[in-house]
């Protein structure tokens, strides 16, 4: 049975290459591989990228944002209501959407949902014997709270709601039981690949567009450059993002400094771009491209050489990481 793993996500890769090309997806120099059970999926950069660095061109259309959750079909109208009466975030939004989209049988996300990792190796997921071994520590406490605090909202808010949402479908014939792990998983989805995205403000309220735009995110790397790490299961997330309308600059206090009031930061999921991961000297980051000077699509963002934001919740320390929490 072991033999036929490899097998059956090389087939789900397969499935996913063809949904990103379906998608409007570019990759231009790069390929995404199975790097096996302990680091699921990574990127690649190759030598065709033309010279200009570009790898990855993603549509913003395809990126999970809540802008998609509140104007999706299914899920849109009912978490329009709870957002505009102010009891829910945009956060909570994505990850209500990623439990629905995960258990509908016939999905248009599900090529992608299918490759993202089903369990995680933060103290969340550990069992009651493994979490006793940190017993007296700092972690400890702070994995009870967690818990304790992501079981209140799922009893009060989530699971009702999921569970509302699905007996919509038309063609769901059984009542489906929304289980805590169902959210604890899309929460650890969202906290691990997420990125702060500057969106064109006209993007983010579309009613101030011509047309809906071809936005995009893209991404760069050298040729030959590995952007892979020890997990299928983390995103890249940059220092620096510049572009011809937005300047965001990384300050000696550790601040950002915004130059440009017509952007508006939303995090949110880029199928294919959340492949990348960590890594204290990182092979790529991502910029913006507002006017498709660089990637030849209006509004992208692509990847290029340089310096890594680490995030949480990946379930790893780095040793000597220079990040360390005092």
């Not at 209501?81 to 995960?102: I, K, P, Q, S, W």
């Not at 248009?108 to 017993?135: G, M, N």
């Not at 014939?173 to 702060?196: H, P």
């Amino acid at each position: 049975m072991a033999a036929s793993v490899p097998h059956q996500q090389e087939a789900k890769l397969h499935c996913f290459l063809q949904w990103l090309q379906a998608n409007s997806v570019e990759l231009r120099g790069c390929s995404i591989r199975y790097c096996g059970p302990d680091k699921g999926f990574g990127v690649f950069a190759t030598t065709g990228n033309n010279g200009d660095g570009i790898v990855m061109v993603v549509p913003l259309d395809l990126a999970i944002t809540p802008m998609r959750v509140l104007q999706d079909r299914l899920v849109g109208p009912r978490c329009r209501a709870l957002f505009e009466e102010g009891d829910v975030d945009d956060r909570f939004l994505m990850m209500v959407f990623l439990m629905v989209e995960r258990v509908l049988p016939n999905s248009v996300w599900k090529p992608y949902l299918d490759l993202l990792p089903s369990t995680f190796e933060s103290t969340l997921w550990f069992t009651e014997d493994e979490l006793a071994e940190l017993r007296g520590t700092t972690l400890y406490r702070a994995t009870l709270v967690q818990q304790k605090q992501l079981r209140a909202l799922f009893n009060d808010k989530v699971k009702s709601l999921v569970e509302e949402l699905l007996q919509t479908v038309k063609d769901s014939d059984r009542n489906i039981e929304v289980q805590f792990e169902d959210f604890l998983w899309a929460n650890c989805i969202f906290w691990t690949r997420a990125l702060n995205i500057p969106f064109p403000r006209s993007y983010v309220f579309p009613e101030s567009l011509d047309e809906q735009g071809k936005s995009s995110l893209s991404c760069s790397s050298e040729a030959d450059a590995t952007v892979t790490g020890n997990s299928g299961e983390t995103s890249i997330h940059s220092l620096n993002v510049k572009s011809e309308d937005v300047i965001v600059e990384n300050t000696a206090d550790g601040t950002y400094k915004l130059a440009s009031a017509e952007t508006v930061w939303v995090e949110g999921l880029v199928p294919g771009i959340d492949f990348c991961n960590h890594g204290l000297k990182a092979a790529a980051t991502w910029e913006v491209d507002s006017t498709g000077a660089v990637t030849g699509v209006p509004a992208s963002m692509y990847l290029i050489l340089g310096k890594i934001l680490l995030m949480f919740y990946s379930g790893c320390c780095v040793p000597m990481s220079p990040f360390e929490a005092q």
